[in-house]
């Protein structure tokens, strides 16, 4: 593996890190707050980071998928030590497992936080918490190939390694124009997002903050209740049908933009994920039923709550513990089911749910027609046996993960509801769960090594585990 080119990739990652960081400054001079020193610091010291790699490392003229890995994974890993500066610099968040943490939740937009009063938290520590959010949820490769077109040289490689789903498909055939894009939609989004939620009575502050957490599908708030706290059904509506864009692959968002009107109907997989939606949301609001005396209220908390887990968004703004055991079981599946591919949501993907279902049913036919041909069809087109063998390994990894991780958690003493759910919540980029991290509650409770394992769920949910763990292997060091 070629390190130099490796560690020159992070120099400018960690550039922008500091950069990024900078924003967070005219938030703490508008409420006159004395953190801004200590954000300043953290900028400065991440910026330094990241010239001194550029300034004693060189970028070889090709990098291989090989090092493709290491860029995305080192990137996950360092933005996350880097980024936990201001909490901890600021004392907001003293303790650097919390922080790191925290930070992990943010840019993997996760959502799970350790922080018990939101509310009184600095407003620059606040503005940059959701800014993790807002860069991570594009993905911090795909910012970078397209504010640095010199990474054309290698960018497919870079481009397959971070986005999410069981293939990469680009809109055009350079990877920095794909990247320019795909972030262009996003922040056109966001733009009218914000400016849809001023309009509904927000502040600036809480109408970004509020724009990066729902087009991020990270759910990061910064009110104590969440969503719940405007108590406006212009607003819930509005985060609604916002949720559900980031839930959905954005290179259709492109197309529709661009005059290709059947774009999204036209479209297997947003097809499933929109049934999937109001089959969901019909269960869910038949469990929610008995809690509500006005039922226009049930229906709006029913969608907004189906959306916000479904689309591994995880803003609060109902109780659903209250509601039936069968509701809360649905809740589960959709966070476990998540977005699409493409998208800014986490979970298994709609498409490979779709997929595997596909393929079980393949299976049933081979076995009453053992002759036959069975293919995996999507629309009438063949899948590649590869790509559903990739789907299938990636269906149980996910499972044994959701396994281990809540056998560590019931290990040190969490209870299985709670253990469950956290690494369901945490490993599809959800944030709440239920038991003792329901949607009105935190995971400042848990241990240290319940919230490492919790840390390691969110990386490898991001990277949709083989970024990271081919790293692991030894065959990947070898020459």
């Not at 005219?26 to 550029?54: K, M, R, V």
């Not at 290179?251 to 290709?260: E, M, N, R, V």
């Not at 513990?321 to 977005?339: C, D, K, R, S």
């Not at 949709?464 to 763990?469: D, I, M, Q, V």
């Amino acid at each position: 593996m070629r390190l130099q080119s490796v560690l020159h990739l992070q120099g400018y990652l960690l550039t922008f890190c500091g950069a990024f960081m900078l924003l967070a400054l005219p938030w703490s001079f508008y409420y006159g707050e004395q953190d801004w020193p200590f954000i300043l610091l953290s900028a400065g010291i991440t910026a330094g980071a990241g010239f001194l790699l550029l300034r004693f490392t060189r970028l070889a003229q090709e990098l291989r998928m090989r090092e493709g890995f290491a860029v995305v994974s080192f990137a996950w890993l360092l933005f996350s030590i880097f980024g936990s500066l201001p909490f901890l610099l600021t004392g907001a968040i003293p303790h650097f497992t919390d922080a790191f943490f925290e930070t992990v939740s943010g840019f993997t937009t996760t959502g799970a936080s350790i922080l018990t009063d939101i509310e009184a938290t600095s407003h620059g520590v606040l503005f940059w918490r959701s800014l993790t959010h807002w860069i991570g949820g594009m993905g911090i490769i795909v910012l970078t190939l397209a504010v640095l077109p010199m990474l054309g040289v290698g960018g497919m490689q870079l481009y397959k390694a971070e986005v999410a789903g069981p293939t990469a498909d680009k809109l055009t055939p350079r990877i920095a124009q794909t990247a320019k894009i795909l972030w262009v939609v996003y922040i056109a989004l966001t733009a009218i997002q914000t400016i849809l939620l001023l309009l509904g009575g927000m502040s600036l502050f809480d109408a970004l903050c509020t724009a990066f957490g729902t087009l991020a599908s990270g759910g990061f708030s910064p009110r104590n209740a969440s969503i719940a706290y405007y108590n406006s059904s212009y607003i819930d509506w509005v985060v609604t049908i916002f949720m559900l864009a980031a839930g959905v692959n954005f290179s259709l968002h492109y197309s529709f933009a661009t005059g290709h009107w059947q774009a999204y109907w036209r479209n297997r997989e947003f097809q499933v994920f929109t049934v999937s939606i109001l089959v969901a949301t019909v269960l869910v609001l038949a469990g929610a039923w008995h809690a509500y005396t006005d039922k226009l209220e049930a229906l709006r908390d029913a969608v907004f709550v189906v959306t916000s887990l479904h689309t591994s968004t995880g803003f609060s703004l109902a109780d659903y513990e209250a509601w039936t055991p069968n509701a809360q079981f649905v809740l589960l599946l959709v966070m476990i089911i998540g977005g699409s591919a493409g998208s800014t949501s986490g979970g298994l993907k709609v498409i490979r749910v779709y997929l595997l279902i596909k393929a079980i049913a393949s299976e049933f036919t081979r076995l009453l027609h053992p002759q036959a041909l069975t293919p995996v069809r999507v629309k009438g087109v063949a899948v590649p046996r590869d790509v559903v063998s990739t789907v299938l390994g990636y269906v149980g990894l996910y499972f044994v993960t959701i396994l281990l991780g809540t056998l560590l958690l019931t290990g040190a003493g969490v209870d299985w509801i709670t253990g469950l759910s956290a690494v369901v919540s945490c490993l599809g980029g959800v944030g709440p769960g239920m038991g003792g991290v329901g949607p009105f509650d935190n995971y400042a409770w848990l241990s240290d090594f319940a919230k490492w394992v919790l840390t390691a769920c969110m990386l490898l949910g991001r990277l949709e585990f083989y970024s990271l763990l081919i790293l692991l292997t030894p065959a990947y060091w070898r020459r």
